[in-house]
Structures are given as structure tokens and as C-alpha cells.
């Protein structure tokens, strides 16, 4: 009975995830190209930080994915008052890392569409760094 509800909890827990990036996506999109880029080192910087700082993001378990994605929300939303396009990146982050440990349609929508901007990012990197320099 309780897999049943916590299986059930985690994939509204996907839907709530979706809403999130439906909600961000068109923010980071209609930023400024200096704040976008800004969004994107972070982003970047954080996922180059962690793996090199705690180890590979694909070894941790599914439990530490999720309290890192917990913690980087958390750090987004501190940011958010002063610096809106890192706040962004730590969002991103977030989002990427709890959508890959939950099952359903959302949370798989949800990773795939953010993997798709981690990929784009890292990228993308080494062009903004040389145009917009390490803010």
C-alpha cells in the first residue's frame, strides 16, 4: 500500500516538475543574450563544480541526486533576488537532477527536454566564455 502511494507521490511529483520548467523556459528565453549566456556558464560551472567536487552525477544514487536537486533549488531561489540568470542555471540544474530519478510521463518529458539544454550548454560554453568573458 505505501509503494503504491509513494510510486503515486513521485510521479505528481513529475507534473509539478513540468509546470516548473513550463514557467522558467519562456523567463530564460526572453533574457537579454548577455543574461541568457550568464545562465548557461552557470549552469555549466555548477555541473563541471559538482562532479569534480563530490564525483560523477551519474554515481550517485538516486537519493543523493535528489538532495543535491533540493539543495540547488534551494540556492536558486536565495539568487533569485540578486542575480535572476544564475538563479536560472541553479533551476536548470535542479530540475535535471530530480526529473532524472522519478518515473512518469512528465518527469521523463521534464529530463529529456533539460538534458537537451545541459548538452546545449556545455556546448555552447566555450563560445559565451570567449564573447561574454567569466562574469
Same mark, same amino acid.
Given at each position: 500500500?505505501?509503494?503504491?502511494?509513494?510510486?503515486g507521490?513521485?510521479?505528481?511529483?513529475?507534473?509539478?516538475?513540468?509546470?516548473?520548467?513550463?514557467?522558467?523556459?519562456?523567463?530564460?528565453?526572453?533574457?537579454?543574450p548577455?543574461?541568457?549566456?550568464?545562465?548557461?556558464?552557470?549552469?555549466?560551472?555548477?555541473?563541471?563544480?559538482?562532479?569534480?567536487?563530490?564525483g560523477?552525477?551519474?554515481?550517485?544514487?538516486?537519493? !543523493?541526486?535528489?538532495?543535491?536537486?533540493? %539543495?540547488?533549488?534551494?540556492? +536558486?531561489?536565495?539568487?533569485?533576488? &540578486? *542575480?535572476?540568470?544564475? =538563479?536560472?542555471?541553479?533551476?536548470?540544474?535542479?530540475?535535471?537532477?530530480?526529473?532524472g530519478?522519478?518515473? !512518469?510521463?512528465?518527469?521523463?518529458?521534464? %529530463?529529456?527536454?533539460?538534458? +537537451?539544454?545541459?548538452?546545449?550548454? &556545455? *556546448?555552447?560554453?566555450? =563560445?559565451?566564455?570567449?564573447?561574454?568573458?567569466?562574469?
Open positions: 500500500m505505501f509503494e503504491k502511494l509513494k510510486a507521490w513521485a510521479e505528481a511529483r513529475g507534473a509539478v516538475l513540468w509546470k516548473e520548467l513550463s514557467d522558467l523556459l519562456p523567463r530564460v528565453n526572453a533574457a537579454q548577455r543574461q541568457q549566456a550568464k545562465t548557461c556558464l552557470a549552469l555549466v560551472g555548477l555541473l563541471a563544480g559538482i562532479d569534480e567536487s563530490v560523477r552525477i551519474d554515481d550517485m544514487s538516486e537519493e !543523493g541526486k535528489k538532495k543535491l536537486a533540493g %539543495h540547488l533549488r534551494k540556492i +536558486g531561489v536565495e539568487k533569485h533576488d &540578486f *542575480d535572476v540568470p544564475r =538563479a536560472h542555471g541553479y533551476f536548470l540544474a535542479s530540475l535535471w537532477l530530480e526529473s530519478c522519478l518515473p !512518469g510521463d512528465d518527469a521523463a518529458r521534464v %529530463h529529456a527536454f533539460t538534458s +537537451g539544454i545541459v548538452d546545449k550548454a &556545455f *556546448d555552447e560554453a566555450p =563560445a559565451l566564455l570567449e564573447q561574454y568573458g567569466a562574469d
